[in-house]
T-cell receptor
Framework: NAGVTQTPKFQVLKTGQSMTLQCAQD?????MSWYRQDPGMGLRLIHY???????DQGEVPNGYNVSRSTTEDFPLRLLSAAPSQTSVYFC???????????FGAGTRLSVL | GEDVEQSLFLSVREGDSSVINCTYT??????LYWYKQEPGAGLQLLTY?????DMKQDQRLTVLLNKKDKHLSLRIADTQTGDSAIYFC????????????FGTGTRLQVTL
């Protein structure tokens, strides 16, 4: 039972570098999303997808891109990392029929 | 947009009951959730309640929902040191693309 798998668990970047945070789920869930968690601000939605080929912006999309070429994978791309993107990133998925959202273990990102 | 609010901190003695409160603004909320986050970990779904219910009990956990006042609470009976964590309230509206909106989280500290 893998559930939602995120890689890497930790990452340190320099300002201006790019990278992709990986997210995969094996529950055949239609809905996947990315959140960032910052102290005192809870979780804020970055991007989400309701199915393969469909993505949309959340609350804080600037500086991030996503794509959904398969049901299982939903990578998050940072095109040019900035210190303001230092955060903990969580990927989540849920089925359309049942409103239970499952979370990955998180990726802790530091941008220097 | 939708808003979910929680107090930031709660301290209780071991063995006492804890009550964590949450208010929300979305009148079309269908499900409301409580997630637990232990230090350095992801979010674990503790319990959830459908909007047409006013109470749900699961072992030491009791969820109360006052839909008229848009108020949700989580009561933990016989609080233990292992209950120390951040507790997030979240809600979801209607529709397949509905997004989960989180509160800022309440840090529960259990003292001996």
């Amino acid at each position: 039972n893998a559930g939602v798998t995120q890689t890497p668990k930790f990452q340190v970047l320099k300002t201006g570098q790019s990278m992709t945070l990986q997210c995969a789920q094996d529950m055949n869930h239609e809905y996947m999303s990315w959140y960032r968690q910052d102290p005192g601000m809870g979780l804020r939605l970055i991007h989400y997808s309701v199915g393969a080929g469909i993505t949309d912006q959340g609350e804080v999309p600037n500086g991030y891109n996503v794509s959904r070429s398969t049901t299982e994978d939903f990578p998050l791309r940072l095109l040019s990392a900035a210190p303001s993107q230092t955060s903990v990133y969580f990927c989540a998925s849920r089925g359309i029929a049942k409103n239970i959202q499952y979370f990955g273990a998180g990726t802790r990102l530091s941008v220097l | 947009g939708e808003d979910v609010e929680q107090s930031l901190f709660l301290s209780v003695r071991e063995g006492d009951s804890s009550v964590i409160n949450c208010t929300y603004t979305d009148s079309s909320s269908t499900y409301l959730y409580w997630y637990k986050q232990e230090p350095g970990a992801g979010l674990q779904l503790l319990t959830y309640i459908f909007s047409n219910m006013d109470m749900k009990q699961d072992q030491r956990l009791t969820v109360l929902l006052n839909k008229k006042d848009k108020h949700l609470s989580l009561r933990i009976a016989d609080t233990q040191t292992g209950d120390s964590a951040i507790y997030f309230c979240a809600e979801i509206g209607t529709g397949t693309a509905s997004k989960l909106t989180f509160g800022t989280g309440t840090r529960l500290q259990v003292t001996l």
